[in-house]
């Protein structure tokens, strides 16, 4: 019979910093804090930061591109009940975190179409593509071009 055993674990908080490699110095500090607010720091070293960033990055292993899994220019995208159009997207020069950029709408037509700013925190929350075949994005669900035959 094998005795288990319970390993501690302490959960960090990344702290939104991130410090590259110095000089000859090749590891990258990822600042973070405790659950119970102290300091702490992840050290990656070359292969380890490439691994990670990969995946924050949402790259694809055999040919390095983004994966399909965010937001996409040209789009439009409805969850509830705020359409989303899509009209570019970026990536901060620090963190590398993805924004989609474009106009929000909330609820019925005699509202107005506001600026904003969606991050990959938000694509996580479930967005549905309802873009028109037909008509692209300007096909809205509550424009005059919602009685097309190919809208969603």
Known sequence: M???TTVPV?????SKLVYPPVGD???TWVACTTSDGHAAALALDEEDRVALGSELLHLDREDDVVRDEFFEPGRLYLRDGVTFRCEGLARHPLTTDSSAFGFQHHGGMRTSW???ALSTRAWQRGWKDITCSEH???CTPFAPAADCTAHR
């Open 2 to 4: 094998t005795e288990s």
């Open 114 to 116: 506001a600026p904003a």
């Open 136 to 138: 692209g994005y300007d």
């Open 10 to 14: 302490t959960e960090l908080r990344w």
């Open 25 to 27: 110095d090749s590891t």
